[in-house]
């Protein structure tokens, strides 16, 4: 069974770029939830999708969004970049939303912005 | 808010000794999910160990077992007869109601021969 992908591994951008990441989830899997993880913020919740809607968000500005396809593969965009957004970016999908889940996480997408 | 506070930043244990990280979390709701997560350098977020608030019974996975004080707020990790591949960052995660984790600010298990 394969395991949560994430797309690219890694990526470097400029300042004031846009950047796209993708994720697809563990067939089956209709819960896709994204988190960003820096040294200095640690790990935190970005948005989950269940069904193609967002069902939580957690408190970034609007320029990082995100999106889930019919086959639960999600993506996730972030405009006008700033250094501050250098982080990993990880995916984790899981059967349902809440309750007893289980979050199995991808090996993340590592974003540079110079 | 719920809030997830790991107070060891590193934690360093020989081959064979066994180790304990700590975690307390803050939180208002009475059904709830903790985890533990490792991230090896790989930077793969792997899960160790689940617990459910209502269980009394404390959960245990191999060499891996936990220490959890519903009323205390207090989740910890135990790792008997370590090994040189539990070298990782430990993350305590609590899940709430809407699939969303907090985590704590993590503890860096070093095993060393």
């Known amino acids: 069974k394969a395991g949560v992908t994430q797309t690219p591994r890694y990526l470097i951008k400029t300042r004031g770029q846009q950047v796209t990441l993708s994720c697809s989830p563990i067939s089956g899997h209709r819960s896709v939830s994204w988190y960003q993880q820096t040294p200095g913020q640690g790990l935190q919740f970005l948005f989950e999708?269940?069904?193609?809607?967002?069902?939580n968000k957690g408190n970034f500005p609007g320029r990082f969004s995100g999106r889930q396809f019919s086959n639960s593969r999600s993506e996730m965009n972030v405009s006008t970049l700033e250094l501050g957004d250098s982080a990993l970016y990880l995916c984790?999908?899981?059967?349902?939303?809440?309750?007893?889940?289980?979050?199995?996480f991808g090996a993340g997408s590592r974003l540079t912005v110079l | 808010a719920q809030t997830v506070t790991q107070s060891q930043p590193e934690m360093s244990v020989q081959e064979a000794e066994t180790v304990t990280l700590s975690c307390t979390y803050d939180t208002s709701e009475s059904n709830y999910y903790l985890f533990w997560y490792k991230q090896p350098p790989s930077r793969q977020m792997i899960l160790v160990i689940r617990q459910e608030a209502y269980k009394q019974q404390n959960a245990t996975e191999n060499r891996f077992s936990v220490n959890f004080q519903k009323a205390a707020k207090s989740f910890s990790l135990k790792i008997s007869d370590s090994q040189l591949g539990d070298t990782a960052m430990y993350f305590c995660a609590f899940l709430d109601s809407w699939g969303k984790l907090q985590f704590g600010a993590g503890t860096q298990v070093v095993v060393t021969p």
């Open positions: 999708y269940f069904s193609e809607t967002q069902r």
């Open positions: 984790a999908s899981s059967l349902v939303q809440g309750g007893a889940n289980v979050l199995t």
